[in-house]
């Protein structure tokens, strides 16, 4: 936030009125002209905000990859980001590792709880 506002922008939190389609918040304001840009957090896989936004012309960045990445920068883990975690436990003898993960419709968990799975393998 501190740096957005050095550079002249004030960054406001916004969400969806409950059982609201996001995509009609987004409208709203897009159709206002109160937005000049947006960020995304809990991205799905298959999200409704990124493929509306795409079509908008406004520029979005996404916390987490979706079907549609490529058309948009995007914040993500590595496909091998709980590697050092897990080498760290089995350094140490754990053998019985678990993984506590958001729902995987969710990018971000989805990218996590594979990094999981293949730091196990090898």
């Known amino acids: 936030m501190d740096e957005a506002a050095a550079n002249g922008y004030e960054l406001q ?6 059982d609201e389609d996001p995509v009609a918040s987004y409208e709203r304001a897009i159709r ?4 000049d840009g947006f960020v995304l957090l809990r991205t799905a896989i298959d999200d409704s905000r990124v493929r509306h936004l795409a ?10 990859e979706s079907d ?4 948009h920068p995007t914040v ?17 003898g ?3 590792i ?6 995987l419709q969710y990018a ?12 196990l393998e090898t």
């Open 98 to 103: 678990g993984c506590l993960a958001e729902p």
């Open 94 to 96: 754990h053998r019985r």
């Open 13 to 18: 939190l916004s969400a969806p009125l409950a």
């Open 55 to 64: 079509g908008s012309g406004l520029p979005f960045v996404t916390f987490g």
């Open 108 to 119: 971000l968990a989805a990218t996590r709880h594979r990094s999981f799975i293949e730091a």
């Open 68 to 71: 549609h990445s490529a058309d």
């Open 32 to 35: 206002a002209r109160r937005v």
């Open 76 to 92: 993500t883990d590595s496909a091998d980001c709980l590697q050092p975690a897990i080498d760290h436990l089995v350094a140490l």
